[in-house]
């Protein structure tokens, strides 16, 4: 049985075989839609192992996605305390704060740990408590970025199930958000205002809009949005 699979997963989209559904994975990763429940596709590399270990896993109703993964899935993988690890999360929505926090302690305790996290979308933008949390994991090295379009392809190509895959899926029209995602994060890394706002209405599509005065024009041309 595949590690991280239990006995809803299959039902909520991921397969016995540790599989995301195609329809869970547009669904899910798609940034212009606000989708409540979190995903993550992750890839754990140990220095000691040339294979890879590639996987996912969802939010329940008493934790997210990185608090099962770090008390669970890595607690299940580890073998050689001395070996390095490299772990990478794709994930539908950004670590809230207080998950923020819980990497933060784990990596102290785990420095043979390497993390690297894509978002499909930013949890909460707006939150301080949110914000802060991101970029206290940039202080300590994690490396935190919006899934661009290669990204999205690597993704459909490793983990969707292939039994109802289309092999043509290319998710183009993400573009737009991948921007405006890519910008907001800059700002909060940079702790600069915000800069993106969403909109949602009941029953209909989020609308989704970028704010930007001169002072926060220059500190986002540092940045380099997919």
Same mark, same amino acid.
């Given at each position: 049985?595949?590690?991280?699979?239990?006995? =809803?997963? #299959? @039902?909520?989209? +991921?397969?016995?075989?540790?599989?995301?559904?195609?329809?869970?994975?547009? =669904?899910?990763?798609? &940034?212009?839609?606000?989708?409540?429940?979190?995903?993550?596709? /992750?890839? +754990?590399?140990?220095?000691?192992?040339?294979?890879?270990?590639? *996987? !996912?896993?969802? @939010?329940?109703?008493?934790?997210?996605?990185?608090?099962?993964?770090?008390?669970?899935?890595?607690?299940?993988?580890?073998?050689? &305390?001395?070996?390095? !690890?490299?772990?990478?999360?794709?994930?539908?929505?950004?670590?809230?704060?207080?998950? !923020?926090?819980? +990497?933060? $302690?784990?990596?102290? #305790?785990? &420095?043979?740990?390497?993390?690297?996290? /894509?978002?499909?979308? +930013?949890?909460?933008?707006?939150?301080?408590?949110?914000?802060?949390?991101?970029? *206290?994991?940039?202080?300590?090295?994690?490396?935190?970025?919006?899934?661009?379009?290669?990204?999205?392809?690597? !993704?459909?190509?490793?983990?969707? $199930?292939?039994? =109802?895959?289309?092999? =043509?899926?290319?998710?183009?029209?993400?573009?737009?958000?991948?921007?405006?995602? @890519?910008?907001?994060?800059?700002?909060?890394?940079?702790?600069?205002? @915000?800069?993106?706002?969403?909109?949602?209405?009941?029953?209909?599509? &989020?609308?989704?809009?970028?704010?930007? $005065?001169?002072?926060?024009?220059?500190?986002?041309?540092?940045? *380099?949005?997919?």
């Amino acid at each position: 049985m595949a590690t991280g699979w239990n006995r =809803d997963h #299959e @039902s909520r989209g +991921i397969t016995q075989g540790g599989k995301i559904s195609q329809e869970t994975f547009i =669904d899910t990763y798609d &940034p212009s839609v606000l989708r409540r429940e979190q995903y993550m596709l /992750y890839e +754990i590399k140990w220095s000691n192992n040339k294979r890879p270990r590639q *996987n !996912c896993c969802h @939010s329940t109703q008493t934790e997210h996605a990185e608090i099962y993964f770090l008390e669970d899935v890595f607690q299940k993988q580890r073998s050689d &305390p001395s070996a390095h !690890c490299f772990i990478t999360w794709f994930v539908s929505w950004s670590p809230c704060g207080d998950c !923020c926090k819980q +990497i933060r $302690d784990f990596l102290k #305790e785990q &420095p043979n740990v390497k993390l690297f996290i /894509y978002v499909a979308r +930013i949890y909460w933008h707006k939150r301080e408590i949110n914000r802060q949390g991101l970029r *206290n994991l940039m202080n300590i090295g994690v490396s935190i970025r919006v899934m661009y379009l290669p990204v999205y392809r690597y !993704c459909w190509r490793t983990f969707v $199930d292939k039994e =109802d895959k289309y092999e =043509d899926y290319w998710p183009r029209h993400f573009a737009p958000w991948i921007m405006l995602y @890519s910008l907001e994060l800059q700002s909060i890394l940079q702790n600069i205002p @915000s800069c993106l706002k969403i909109s949602s209405f009941k029953n209909q599509s &989020p609308v989704f809009s970028l704010c930007v $005065d001169e002072k926060q024009k220059r500190a986002l041309a540092l940045a *380099n949005p997919y």
